[in-house]
């Protein structure tokens, strides 16, 4: 049995936490002494792992205390999913500073943080529904929308910024080049993978779209660099010429 200030040296949470969680049933001691101490066994110390790691993915106290102290609680499929959100939070932060080298690598002096903007998103979500809402594209992307959770969202969204960078540090080069083929070729298998169907005319369609003025298009142009925008129509009408379907 380790006391209050035992389990606080060994795990680094601090006593008045350990009181803390003891007041809200989070994680009461496995005995009280009759002196009044708290002694904590290895059952509690367990315990008190999986809510330590529930805290890294910012779960908030009550939502860990629900999970834990459901009659159905599985300790083992906890640490699966834990697993499983501590691999797409490393997922992002790889798309990140894929992103943040990127742009670096393109020499963009200032980050304008509204490009990280989710009202934007929106925005834009709402003119393609009001465009598009009826078309068989548009209800794919709803359906495969539907099927993701929030964080799968944001990963993609990270991703889509990051595929920009990538493009605007090739957008100097002859839209015919290999290597800025391969970028729309892998643009068009993600839009295909994550939001529906692109077709040669869809994804010309897209292209002219980026290029066409407005917020998209600065939207592209603060991302990957002035003329990122049109490079990628550029690219996308070589790609349709010589992609038969």
Same mark, same amino acid.
């Given at each position: ?177 290999? /290597? +800025?083929?391969?970028?729309?070729? *892998?643009?068009?298998? #993600?839009?295909?993978?994550?939001? @529906?169907?692109? =077709?040669? !005319? ?19 142009? /603060? +991302?990957?660099?002035?003329?990122? *925008?049109?490079?990628? #129509?550029?690219?996308?009408?070589? @790609?349709?010429? =010589?992609? !038969?379907?």
């Amino acid at each position: 049995m380790l006391t209050v200030k035992q389990v606080s040296e060994r795990t680094g949470v601090s006593v008045r936490t350990l009181h803390h969680y003891h007041k809200i049933g989070l994680l009461c001691p496995s005995e009280i002494s009759q002196a009044g101490y708290r002694l904590y066994d290895d059952d509690a110390l367990e315990r008190l792992q999986i809510i330590l790691l529930f805290r890294a993915l910012d779960f908030p106290l009550k939502d860990i205390a629900n999970i834990l102290n459901r009659p159905d609680f599985d300790r083992n499929e906890a640490l699966t999913k834990q697993v499983e959100l501590f691999q797409m939070r490393i997922e992002h932060l790889n798309n990140l500073i894929t992103l943040a080298n990127g742009l670096k690598a393109i020499g963009v002096r200032h980050l304008d943080f509204t490009d990280f903007d989710v009202k934007k998103i929106d925005e834009y979500e709402r003119k393609a529904r009001e465009r598009y809402g009826k078309s068989a594209e548009w209800k794919e992307y709803e359906a495969k929308r539907a099927s993701r959770t929030d964080e799968q969202d944001r990963l993609l969204s990270a991703e889509w910024m990051n595929r920009i960078a990538e493009f605007g540090a090739l957008r100097d080069l002859p839209a015919e080049d290999e /290597r +800025v083929q391969e970028r729309i070729r *892998a643009l068009r298998a #993600y839009i295909t993978e994550h939001m @529906y169907t692109c =077709s040669v !005319v869809t994804l010309r369609a897209l292209g002219r779209m980026y290029a066409g003025g407005g917020e998209m298009t600065q939207y592209i142009d /603060r +991302v990957g660099g002035e003329g990122t *925008a049109e490079a990628m #129509y550029r690219a996308i009408e070589v @790609y349709a010429a =010589s992609t !038969v379907e």
